[in-house]
């Protein structure tokens, strides 16, 4: 545990004196979520979801988004820079072990998506007059797993890229369909029944969905929490044994 908290500090510090991922990951999501509440119509009941407004839809939706950018957008990038620059291979000679950086750059991730998420959750509330979490350990019981998928997903996309282009490349052809799922275009209530399906067996879309629920003061759903954790398994396992260090 030791050797863990210094290298997540470690990492922690190396991360903020990367600008530009800095901004991408921990401060494009809040202000994305202030472009949209600023649009009237985001702000207008709808019929079609039970009176709910748009930019009540979308706060779930952006924490997941911020969730996204880190584990795809930004892990694979680090890892990748690491490997290119021969940070690892200096690594490979000291005592730390793969599921030590690996989990050292997975706590780093899941405190950081954390703040980001509180960040969203303030200016929701604040800004926009959208309602806290109803069910505060139902949101948590959301986000942890749906968090955790997120980044043994990246994990993994960094554990077999090789450059920091095929790391970015790799890791966008995997956000893009997944933050579509999500409902950032078109939220999940909007989506024909065939693509609904499919988001539920996604982990942006099923913890999109877990998020929701909590909001309204409901405990996730069975199935979703399932296919979160399933993903969580399903890629941390491969990232782990897959790793390379050059």
């Known amino acids: 545990m030791s050797a863990l908290s210094r290298l997540t500090a470690t990492e922690t510090r190396l991360f903020f004196r990367e600008p530009v991922l800095v901004f991408f990951t921990l401060a494009f999501p809040p202000l994305l979520l202030v472009v949209f509440g ?22 779930p939706i952006t924490v997941a988004l911020g969730l996204a950018m880190f584990a795809l957008n930004c892990l694979p990038l680090l890892f990748a820079t690491y490997r290119e620059k021969g940070v690892l291979r200096r690594m490979r ?6 599921r030590v950086l690996l989990g050292a750059q997975l706590l780093m991730a899941l405190v ?15 800004a926009f007059d959208v309602g806290l979490p109803r069910h505060l350990p139902a ?32 890791g966008t052809l995997v956000f893009f369909p997944l933050v579509f799922f999500a409902g950032l275009w078109l939220p999940r209530d909007s989506m024909p029944d065939v693509l609904r399906v499919i988001s539920d067996f996604t982990p942006l879309g099923a913890g999109v969905q877990s998020l929701q629920d ?10 979703h929490l399932a296919v979160v954790v399933g993903w969580a398994v399903l890629a941390g396992i491969p990232a782990a044994r897959y790793f390379r260090w050059e």
């Not at 600023?38 to 706060?59: F, K, N, Q, T």
């Not at 954390?114 to 509330?125: D, F, H, K, P």
């Not at 019981?141 to 994990?155: D, E, I, R």
Request: no cysteine.
């Open 38 to 59: 600023s649009i009237p119509a985001m702000r207008e009941p709808s019929d079609d979801a039970a009176g709910l407004r748009a930019i009540d839809l979308y706060v």
């Open 112 to 126: 950081l998506s954390a703040a980001t998420a509180l960040v969203v959750l303030a200016i929701g509330r604040l």
């Open 139 to 170: 949101y948590l019981l959301g986000y942890l797993p749906t968090a955790l998928a997120m980044f043994t997903v990246g994990l993994l996309v960094a554990s077999l890229a090789s450059t920091g282009k095929s790391a970015g490349a790799i």
């Open 93 to 98: 000679t000291t005592p730390v072990e793969p």
């Open 214 to 223: 909590a909001t309204a003061g409901h405990w996730p759903q069975p199935l």
